[in-house]
């Protein structure tokens, strides 16, 4: 099976817990993570998504440009960081245009004989 992963919220999270730790710790705390991921669902592979930092194309924005303006709080301190850590050794793929969470949906739909999850913690 395959788990279809918003690293957005991976990037928030793990982030947010490790704001006043060494990057290893972050490093350490992500390869956790998706192997939690991966245990709980009991998913053989997966994918990837994180949204374009700041995407001025975005779709959202776009259709209403307020659209998360209320979001005033710094980025977590390892932010980069982990992007750079799913984009390298995760394979995650950015999307432009859209948000992780609608390519999941789109890649989720485009599935024919593979069975395929959504993994989102809300």
Known sequence: MLALIDSDLLVYRIGFT????????AKARLRETVNLI???????????????????????????????ANRVAPRPVH???????????YDAEIVSGIEADDA???????????????????
């Not at 989720?108 to 999850?117: A, D, I």
């Open 38 to 68: 991966l245990a709980a669902t009991g998913a053989t592979s997966y994918k990837m998504y994180l949204t374009a930092d700041s995407d001025p194309t975005a779709f959202r924005r776009q259709v209403y440009p307020e659209y998360k």
């Open 79 to 89: 932010y980069h960081f982990i992007r750079k850590l799913l984009v390298d050794e």
């Open 104 to 122: 999941l949906g789109i890649h989720q739909t485009s599935l024919r004989k593979e069975k395929g999850l959504i993994w989102t913690p809300y």
């Open 18 to 25: 490790t704001q006043e730790s060494d990057e290893w710790i």
